[in-house]
């Protein structure tokens, strides 16, 4: 019975070890790729901004990145 025990603390510790440096390095390569290829650009905020019909002006552009970059 007490192989048992020992069995099951160290399957939960080596869960517990796996997932936490399992969730480390998908979260640091998630953001590595975020950084690399960020969501949108400009480039597509211009042609975005072309399809709906409007020319949009350099200080539009740069305020709306800006304000994407406050939720990242």
Do not use: H, V
Request: aromatic residues 10%; proline residues 4%; hydrophobic residues 45%.
């Amino acid at each position: 019975m007490n192989d048992f025990w020992l069995s099951l603390i160290n399957l939960l510790i080596g869960g517990a070890i796996g997932g936490g440096l399992g969730f480390y390095f998908t979260r640091k390569a998630m953001m590595k790729q975020l950084k690399e290829n960020p969501p949108i650009n400009e480039k597509m905020i211009r042609a975005m901004f072309l399809q709906m019909g409007r020319k949009p002006s350099e200080a539009q552009i740069k305020q709306i990145m800006k304000s994407m970059d406050q939720y990242r």
